[in-house]
T-cell receptor, first 116, second 112 residues
Framework: DTAVSQTPKYLVTQMGNDKSIKCEQN?????MYWYKQDSKKFLKIMFS???????INETVPNRFSPKSPDKAHLNLHINSLELGDSAVYFC???????????????FGPGTRLLVL | AQRVTQPEKLLSVFKGAPVELKCNYS??????LFWYVQYSRQRLQLLLR??SRESIKGFTADLNKGETSFHLKKPFAQEEDSAMYYC??????????????FGAGTRLAVHP
């Protein structure tokens, strides 16, 4: 009964390849997020979707393309992988994500991406 | 600009010692602040949020608007408290969407 799940857990790939990371939440939440945690453990938001619509798009290279087929899923596709993309990518979800009430975000276990 | 600062990368204490993890923020509006914790090889999870004014696992945090701080405290550290702690600020963007801004994190190491 995992709340937020991600696949794969680990991803090792060569520079220049294209890869996808999948995220699913079974909490019935409306909003999902992707975060990047770099080697110094710094956590930064990349994207957020609310009911399949993109609502937050930080300064991220356009090689990164999120896709939300439905509100329970938010996938991250990365084209032409670079060494600097090596990081842990976390998916998260929250009940609403809109409005003026702060909400708890629930995080997935992370996907550790290593680009060689 | 909105910013969350955690000045200590690593805080090392002995079991039973008091702990204070510092967090300062910069935000022009009314801040909503959180502490998230990441235990080794586990996912990030909410520890506490300032509006709840609760104590979780013996930790408390008080929002001090004058000092723009939200320090996390525990009177007696336990070894199982060893983890990475992130302070986060919830910021409402235009259009009403919430966004969490995280600090750089502080690793707490509690030694026996």
């Amino acid at each position: 009964d995992t709340a937020v799940s991600q696949t794969p857990k680990y991803l090792v790939t060569q520079m220049g390849n294209d890869k996808s990371i999948k995220c699913e939440q079974n909490l019935g939440h409306d909003t999902m997020y992707w975060y990047k945690q770099d080697s110094k453990k710094f956590l930064k938001i990349m994207f957020s979707y609310n009911n399949k619509e993109l609502i937050i798009n930080e300064t991220v290279p356009n090689r990164f393309s999120p896709k939300s087929p439905d509100k329970a899923h938010l996938n991250l596709h990365i084209n032409s992988l670079e060494l600097g993309d090596s990081a842990v990518y976390f998916c998260a979800s929250s009940q609403d994500g809109t409005g003026y009430s702060p909400e708890t975000q629930y995080f997935g276990p992370g996907t550790r991406l290593l680009v060689l | 600009a909105q910013r969350v600062t955690q000045p200590e990368k690593l805080l090392s204490v002995f079991k039973g010692a008091p702990v204070e993890l510092k967090c300062n923020y910069s935000y022009s509006g009314s801040p909503e602040l959180f502490w998230y914790v990441q235990y080794s090889r586990q996912r990030l999870q909410l520890l506490l949020r300032h509006i709840s004014r609760e104590s979780i696992k013996g930790f408390t945090a008080d929002l001090n608007k004058g000092e723009t701080s939200f320090h996390l405290k525990k009177p007696f550290a336990q070894e199982e408290d060893s983890a990475m702690y992130y302070c986060a600020l919830s910021r409402v963007r235009s259009g009403g969407y919430n966004k969490l801004i995280f600090g750089a994190g502080t690793r707490l190491a509690v030694h026996p």
